[in-house]
Nanobody, 127 residues
Framework: QVQLVESGGGLVQAGGSLRLSCAAS????????MGWFRQAPGKEREFVAS????????IYADSVKGRFTISRDNAKNTLNLQMNSLKPEDTAVYYC????????????????????WGQGTQVTVSS
């Protein structure tokens, strides 16, 4: 069983920064693509960023491109999301997730491509 635990959320003013982390249990972290998603109140969960298992390939939602950076440390089983220039519309619960299919240089924006999810961490950006 894979467990994913997010941390690093909180309250920040617009223009500020936060760094989210996702700690993964088990030995099956390093060979799978990983992703970050978010869900704002009253809205559906949406894609934020994804990273290939080696870490060389990343993709981002247009709304966060240039402001957020996804990274991973396979030796530490950790996924990160550095969020800069935060906006009130970034307010949401942020989830990390593990891709269904191991290996390769794949990244996925479709939630159906992910099988394990964390419990989420709240990010609130005040104006």
């Amino acid at each position: 069983q894979v467990q994913l635990v997010e941390s690093g959320g909180g309250l920040v003013q617009a223009g500020g920064s936060l760094r989210l982390s996702c700690a993964a249990s088990g030995r099956t972290f390093s060979t799978y693509p990983m992703g970050w998603f978010r869900q704002a109140p009253g809205k559906e969960r949406e894609f934020v960023a994804s990273i290939s298992w080696i870490g060389g390939i990343t993709i981002y939602a247009d709304s966060v491109k240039g402001r957020f950076t996804i990274s991973r440390d396979n030796a530490k089983n950790t996924l990160n999301l550095q969020m800069n220039s935060l906006k009130p519309e970034d307010t949401a619960v942020y989830y990390c997730a593990r891709g269904r299919r191991r290996g390769g240089d794949s990244t996925y924006s479709d939630q159906r491509e992910y099988d394990y999810w964390g419990q989420g961490t709240q990010v609130t950006v005040s104006s």
